[in-house]
C-alpha cells in the first residue's frame, strides 16, 4: 500500500497543470510576515570583483515571477504602470508622490564629504528627511537632472523609487541640526560645523544669483535592510523565492537601464525597506541613486566608453589592448560626440541596444531571454514622445535645446529598442478573443518597425494534465474551429501562430468560461 | 470425506473471497485515487496563488538570516581594519633604498573646521623616517586665506650622491645622511579654486654625515668640498619665498585634459656660513593634450629649477637640485645628477586599456647646468620606457614603470591612496 501511495503521489505530481483557475494572475499574492530580518550588507568592492569574473551571458534560464501570459505581476518588486494603463501627464511626472516638495527651512541632520560625491541628509519643516546631491562645479544641471529624470522613468515603467525632485536654494535656507555629524575619509566623522555646510555648498556649482541644485531625494518609507543583490534570494525574506537572476522584472531592468544609460545598476545601488501593513511586515525592493543616468557619471560627464564595455575587460581583450598601443581604438573612442555641461554624453547613434553594458556585470542582466527584453522592450514602446517629454521636463534643464536634445536621444533609443527586440521573437500581443475570433497586435507592425505580414494558425485541443495538444483538422485562421465553440466550459485550446516571412511561432492558449473564451497563456 | 469436501470447498470459496476482496480493494484504490490525493493531499495547490503561497510557506520554515557568503564578509572586515586603520603602507619614494614605507597621519579638527592638526610619522625599511606635527586655521576670513605652522623631522641615512655635474659618473656612486629639522609657517590663499598662491617661512636646521649604506663609500670618502660643497661644514637655513599655481587640468589626480603651472621663488639665507646662500626660482608646466574621446592622452612636462648666487657663493650639493626618480629621468638611479640648475622634459603617451588600468609610453630628457644663462637642452640626458596605471575612484592609486636609459634599467612603483 506504501508502494502504491508512492506511486500516486509520483503520479499526482506528474498531473499538475499547467494553468490554474486563477491564471493568468495580475497580483502576486499578499506578502507573509517577514519577522525581523537583519541588514544585509553588500560589499561594493567584493561585487564588483565577483561580477567581473563572469561576463559572458549565463545558462540559458526561462523567467520566473511571470504569469501565464509572460508579463510580471503586481508584487513589492514591481507595479504594472505606464504599460498596462496609461499615465497621464501629471502621474508621470509626479512620481511616487507626495505632491508637495521639500518645504523650507531645510534642517541638516548629516554630511558626507567623502567618496566620489559630497552630499548630505536634512529635513523639511514638515520633519520629512530627504537624501540631497549636489552638480560639480563646471557640470550645472548634469546629475541632478540625470537622478530625477531616471528615477521617475523607472517609476513609470514599474520599479519602487524614492520622489526625487530638484530643488533651488541658497545658503540661508539651510540650517543646521546640533546632534549633525559629518562622515569623512577613511571612515572617520565629526560634529558638523556651519563652516561644513559652507565647504558642501561650495562643492556645488552656483548659479549666477547665488543659487544652487540638489537633487532632494524623500527617504523611503520603512526600516532599511540593505540592498538586494542580482542573485540568489534573500535567505530571511519567506516572500522571496525567485532567484533574482530570474526574475523578468530584474532581467528586464537591463533594457531600461540601456534606454536610459543607467550604467550604475548594481546591488549598491538597491535599497530593502520593511514596511508594515495592517501588522504584516514586508520586505519592499527599491532602485535608488541614478546620479549615472544619461550622459552623467555622477561628478562628471561619461566616459566614452561607458555603456559599451564593462569596466573590466576580459584577459585576452585586455592584452591585446596593451599590445596594440591603444593604436587599434574602438568605434565608441573614435566617435564625435557632443558632450554638454549640463547633458554629459548622451547619444543614439552608437547605441546598440543589445550590446549595451552596465558598469560592470550584473548577473540578472547576464540571464535574460529574448522574451525578457521583448517584455521590457513593450514597456519602454509604450512611452510616447509626449511622454518623454514630460519626464524630462522633470530635470529643469536650465537650456532648452539641453531639453531637447534629451528628449529627442531618449526617444531615437526608445526606437532602437523597439527595433531590435521586437525582431528576436514573434512581437505578438495584447490577445483577446472577440466574435469567435482570436485578435492581436504586432507590435512590430503597429510601432513601424516592419511591414504587415501574413500569419498562419493551427489550432489544438489542449490537455491542462498531461500538457499535449491535438491538432483540430481544418483549423488554419484565426477564427475559433467549431470544436471550440461547441466545447463545455473549462475546455483548453491552443493556437499556434507562425508568421509565414520568418517563420517565427508562438502559441496562445483560451479557456472556454461560460460562452466566452479567455486567453490564459502565452508560449513564445 | 463429505466434511471434507465440504470443508474443501468452504476452503476454496474463503480463498476465492480473500482474492476477490484483495482485487476488489485494489481496482477500488486505483479508481478513487484522484479523489483520496484531493482529500489526502491537501497539499497539492488549487490555484497559481495556493502554488506561490506553499513556496512561500516552505521557505519560511527554511528561513535564515544573513546572506554574505563567508568569503565576503572577510572581505568586507578586512576592508574596514584598512580604512579604519590609522596605519598606511605604501611606496613613497623616500629616496634610494628608502623602499617600502609603513605610515600613519592622526588627524584632528575643532568644531566647526575651525582648527586643524595633525601629527604623522613614517618609516621605510632602510630606516629612512619622518615624524612631524601641525596646526592650520584653514578658514581665516572666510574660506579664502589658511595659516599653517607645522614642525617635522627627517632622516635619510642613505642619499646617494655621484658628483655634481651632468657628467658625472656612475661609478662614483656614494652615500651620505641629511637630517633636516623644520619649522614652517605657511600662509595660503586661494581667491579661485584653480589658483592658489602661498607664501612660507622655514628654519631649517640641517646635518650631514656619512651614510650608512654599508656597499658604497661615504660621499665624503669619495668627494670633497670641491666636488661636494658644503660637505665639511653645514649652515643651518632661514627659507622664505611665495610661490602660485594655477590649475587649469581636469580630474585631479588624473588629468587628461588642460593646463598646470606653478612657479616660485625662495631665498636661501644660509645662517651660520653665508657662502652657502642663494636664490632659488622654480617653475613647472604640465599640458594634457587628449584624443579619441580622452582615451588616449599625450602629456607634457616641462620643469626648471635655477639657482643664483653671488660669485663666491654656492649651492651646497644636499640642496643642489637632482635629476633621476620616479618623476624627472626614469631610466637613471634616484638622485643620479646633481646640479646648482636644471632643466627637465617628460612627454608620455597614455592609452586606456580598461575603465581602471592605463599603460604608457614615456620618454625623459633633462640636464643640470652650473649657471642659469647655460639653460639649454644641449646633451640631454635621455631615459624612455614604459608603465602602467592601476586607477580608484580618486585617480591613479598605483603607479609602476620601468624606465631605460644608457645606464642600464630602473624600476619605479608608488602606491597612492588605495582606499
Redesign the interface.
Known sequence: MLALAGMFQASSAGRAPKFYPDDPIQTMPPPVDVGQPLVQKVNRVYDFMKQSRHSDPRPLAPAEAINTLGDVPDSEWFTNRHGLRRMNRAELQLGPGPAEGPQPPFTIISGKSEGVSDGFRFEDSKGRSYFAKVDPIGFPELATAADVIASKFLYAVGYNTPQNEIVCLKLSDLRLSDSAKISLSRGRSRKMAWNDVKELAEDAHHYSDGTFRIVASLAVEGEYVGPFRYEGTRSDDPNDITPHEKRRDLRGLYVFSAWLNNTDTRAGNTLDAVVERNGNRFIRHYLIDFGSALGSHGNRPKDAPAGHEFALLPPSETIERILTLGLDPTKWELASYRVKPDVGLFESKLFQPDDWKSGFPNPAFLSRLPDDDYWAAKQVMAFTDDDIRALVETGRYSNPRSSEYVIDTLAKRRDKIGRTFFAKVLALDHFRVENDELLFDDLAVKYGFRSPRPYEVRWHRFDNISRTQDLIPGSGSTRLPDEAKQAAPGSYFSALIVALDDLSKLSVYVRKEGNHFKVIGIDR | MAKLHVAAVSRKKTIRNQNFTKSFLIVL?FLL??E??AQN?SN??????E???A???D??VN??????ST??KY??RI??VL??S?IRIGVEGRGPGGGLTVGSVF?W?S????VRSKLWGNITINRFYEVGTGVELP?VGG?DLSFALEAWHQDAPQLEYFGSGNDSSVNNRTDYRREDTVLEFRVRFSPH?RVTSSCALQQVWLNVGPGTNGNLPSTEQVFGPLEAPGIDVQSNYLIGGCAAQFDGT??YNDPHTGTYAAAGYDRYHAEEHDRFSFNRFDAAVEHYIPF?????VIALFGRTVLSWHSRDQVVPFYLQTTLGSDRTLRGFRRYRFYGENSILFNAE?R???????D?A?FGDSGRVFNKPGEISLSNPQTSAGFGLRFKG??GVAVRFDIGFSREGGQIWLRFGNL?
Open positions: 484504490i485515487a484522484p483520496l490525493m493531499g497539492e495547490p488549487a490555484t497559481r496563488t502554488q506561490i503561497q513556496e512561500r510557506a521557505k519560511a528561513s535564515r538570516p544573513g546572506d554574505s568569503v565576503e572581505f568586507g576592508e574596514d580604512i579604519g590609522p588627524n579638527s568644531y566647526g573646521d575651525r578658514h574660506h579654486r581636469e580630474y579619441f574621446n580622452d582615451k588616449r603617451y592609452w586606456q586599456v580598461n575603465t581602471g588600468f599603460m609610453l575612484q580618486k582606499y
